[in-house]
């Protein structure tokens, strides 16, 4: 089964469209009008063997922050519908990714139970003029829309573009981990009984 899912999202704020592969190839086609998560998003994609096309117009005349944050929401809910009922899946991702000083880890679980617990103190409010901030806004609104449990840890760094570029790798990577298929899992990988 193809695990894939398509979202539209048109506010008067954005109007996005993205298209979400968990079995790609790492290959991303992404015009967000917000230079710095257009990056990010491309190392995200390229780092978990995702497929992610994103075509995002929002109010950046305003500020980055309505296009940011709607991006989360919609790769969170393209995430989950395209997980479908998770039968078979590893459901925890765990990864550390270096880049350069800066070194970041990322835990998951796919447990149908929203949180984010975030651990980074970054040095500088703007890596050019992205604010800094949005990337709890970000990673708030993906684990929200995906329901799922969502640690992330920057250990330690002195470049604020490392230490996001790591944390965004390692989300890749944990994401990646946590939605392969596992032939010694079956049914779905919970005592419950769902996820």
Same mark, same amino acid.
Request: glycine fraction near 8%; aromatic fraction near 6%; include cysteine.
């Given at each position: 089964?193809?695990?894939?899912?398509?979202?539209?999202?048109?506010?008067?704020? &954005?109007?996005? /469209?993205?298209?979400?592969?968990? !079995?790609?190839?790492?290959?991303?086609?992404? +015009?967000? *009008?917000?230079?710095?998560?257009?990056?990010?998003?491309?190392?995200?994609?390229?780092?978990?063997?995702?497929?992610? &096309?994103?075509?995002? /117009? #929002?109010?950046?005349? %305003?500020? !980055?922050?309505?296009?940011?944050?709607?991006?989360?929401?919609?790769? *969170?809910?393209?995430?989950?519908?395209?997980?479908?009922?998770? /039968?078979?899946?590893?459901?925890?991702?765990?990864?550390?990714?270096?880049?350069?000083?800066? =070194?970041?880890?990322?835990?998951?679980?796919?447990? $149908?139970?929203?949180? =984010? +617990?975030?651990?980074?103190?970054?040095?500088?409010?703007?890596? #050019?003029?992205?604010?800094?901030?949005?990337?709890?806004?970000?990673?708030?609104?993906?684990?929200?829309?995906?329901?799922? $449990?969502?640690? %992330?840890?920057?250990?330690?760094?002195?470049? &604020?573009?490392?230490?996001?570029?790591?944390?965004?790798?390692? =989300? *890749?990577?944990?994401?990646?981990?946590?939605?392969?298929?596992?032939?010694?899992?079956?049914?779905?990988?919970? &005592? /419950?009984?769902?996820?």
């Amino acid at each position: 089964m193809e695990r894939t899912s398509s979202i539209n999202r048109k506010t008067n704020e &954005t109007d996005i /469209k993205l298209t979400f592969s968990i !079995d790609g190839e790492g290959k991303s086609d992404i +015009e967000t *009008g917000v230079p710095f998560m257009t990056h990010m998003l491309d190392l995200f994609t390229k780092h978990g063997q995702f497929n992610l &096309t994103v075509d995002a /117009k #929002g109010d950046i005349e %305003v500020d !980055d922050h309505h296009t940011t944050e709607d991006i989360g929401i919609c790769l *969170g809910q393209a995430l989950r519908e395209a997980l479908g009922d998770k /039968k078979g899946i590893r459901r925890y991702g765990n990864a550390f990714v270096p880049m350069d000083e800066a =070194l970041a880890q990322v835990v998951v679980d796919l447990s $149908n139970r929203p949180h =984010l +617990e975030m651990r980074a103190e970054f040095p500088i409010q703007k890596v #050019g003029s992205f604010d800094t901030e949005l990337v709890h806004e970000f990673l708030w609104k993906l684990a929200l829309e995906a329901r799922m $449990n969502l640690h %992330v840890i920057v250990h330690y760094g002195q470049n &604020t573009h490392h230490m996001i570029e790591a944390i965004f790798k390692a =989300l *890749g990577r944990a994401l990646d981990e946590a939605t392969m298929i596992d032939p010694r899992v079956k049914g779905i990988p919970s &005592t /419950k009984g769902m996820l």
